[in-house]
């Protein structure tokens, strides 16, 4: 579901080369169904307030994009990680994360560990948002579904899995109840 620019390989392979330190390298993600939109410049966790989401998410594309930024966490699309991070704090936990949040989980861990997250502009590919995940909302059955489907970045039992492992304050749950509610409610 995904689409890279014709010079991405070698964008990338320059990036790598001049790095002298561990660093989590992320992508500038576009949706390929509109033209200059963007789809993730990574993404934000307050462990506090429990405020969780992706920079740029569906915003037009403009100068704030096209610079260098270190983030909380990164999806897995476009995301180079070296070995020395895995080495240090193993793999994607596969059991508790089987779709969504298993690379937020884990790239967060990388932050938590000491190692930069960032998203370079520059390494632009494209997601096809149409055929990535489940997001129909048409129907009671429809909400049952986001909420408890493995497909659904919505699951209420994954997201919780992912605020327990993360969240430091009772509080910091309240925005994924209130998505919750609004996902009902809406």
Known sequence: DISVEGDYFNTLISLTDKLTDPVVLGSKIMVAEQAGMVWSMGGYFNRWTGKYGMYGYFKKDNHKFNEVHEVDWLTGMGTVIPTEVIKKIGYWNRDLFPQYHGD??????????????????????????????????????????????????????????????????ILAYFPLFWSCFRLVGG
């Open 104 to 169: 937020s989980d884990f790239t967060y861990r990388a932050k938590k560990a000491g190692y930069p997250l960032e998203v370079h502009p520059s390494l632009k590919i494209y997601n096809s948002v149409k055929v990535s995940g489940i997001s129909e909302k048409n129907s009671l059955k429809d909400v049952k579904r986001l909420l408890t489907d493995v497909r659904s970045k919505s699951n209420l039992r994954i997201n919780l899995r992912f605020y327990s492992l993360h969240a430091t304050f």
